[in-house]
């Protein structure tokens, strides 16, 4: 099992670019999240999904989009980056929700916008 | 939210020193994971324990549900152990997220 993957592993942007973090899982999981983590900090919830087709919000959502049309694949997408974009931005996924079971990290995607 | 603090938020060690990190939360949990972010900034699991002791090799937590906390036990450190370790927990049952703490830097010195 490869786990969980993230394409690419870093990325420069200019102002008002956009792009897309792909995730994909070879474990069957239902539940996927992408994070992100600025400098000296814990992670944040952007999105999360809990099957295909079902997305919800996290903590910090502004500025992103997601969508989950098979249960391996949830990208995120950034309309119009900004440098308050500028952060590095982990996949990861479980089996079972947050309250019950453990998240598995992808290598994470290093985004800097300038 | 559920509120997460570790502490020390900094820990240098010598090579074989034994350490210990905490972790408190302000509400009860389902979830707590202690995680390490090695230098090349990967996320690697080190324990699901919401409850009760583990252990794995040199590494050991323990949660103490009740009175909120969690801590995570080095020993015999080695440089490899340097990096960052995150304390995570997840508490109702409509808590979809996991809540991080601000982490604790291990700088283990050879």
């Known amino acids: 099992n490869a786990g969980v993957t993230q394409t690419p592993k870093f990325r420069i942007l200019k102002i008002g670019q956009s792009m897309t973090l792909q995730c994909a899982q070879d474990?069957?999981?239902?539940?996927m999240y992408w994070y992100r983590q600025d400098p000296g900090m814990g992670l944040k919830l952007i999105y999360y999904?809990?099957?295909?087709?079902?997305?919800d919000k996290g903590e910090v959502p502004n500025g992103y989009n997601v969508s989950r049309s098979t249960t391996e694949d949830f990208p995120l997408r950034l309309e119009l980056a900004a440098p308050s974009q500028t952060s590095v931005y982990f996949c990861?996924?479980?089996?079972?929700?947050?309250?019950?079971?453990?998240?598995?990290f992808g290598p994470g995607t290093r985004l800097t916008v300038l | 939210g559920i509120q997460v603090e570790q502490s020390p938020p900094d820990l240098i060690l010598q090579e074989g020193a034994n350490s210990t990190l905490r972790c408190n939360f302000s509400?009860?949990?389902?979830?707590l994971q202690w995680f390490h972010q090695n230098p090349w900034g990967q996320l690697i699991n080190l324990f699901y324990?919401?409850?009760g002791t583990k252990q794995n090799g040199r590494l050991s937590a323990t949660t103490v549900a009740t009175e909120r906390y969690s801590l995570l036990y080095i020993s015999s450190s080695q440089t490899t152990d340097s990096g960052v370790y995150f304390c995570?927990?997840?508490?109702?049952?409509?808590?979809?997220?996991?809540?991080f703490g601000a982490g604790t830097t291990v700088t283990v010195r050879a």
């Open positions: 990861a996924s479980s089996w079972g929700g947050a309250q019950t079971d453990t998240q598995y």
């Open positions: 474990m069957n999981h239902n539940y």
């Open positions: 999904s809990v099957g295909a087709g079902i997305t």
């Open positions: 509400d009860s949990v389902n979830n």
């Open positions: 324990i919401p409850s």
């Open positions: 995570a927990v997840a508490g109702s049952s409509n808590d979809y997220k996991l809540s």
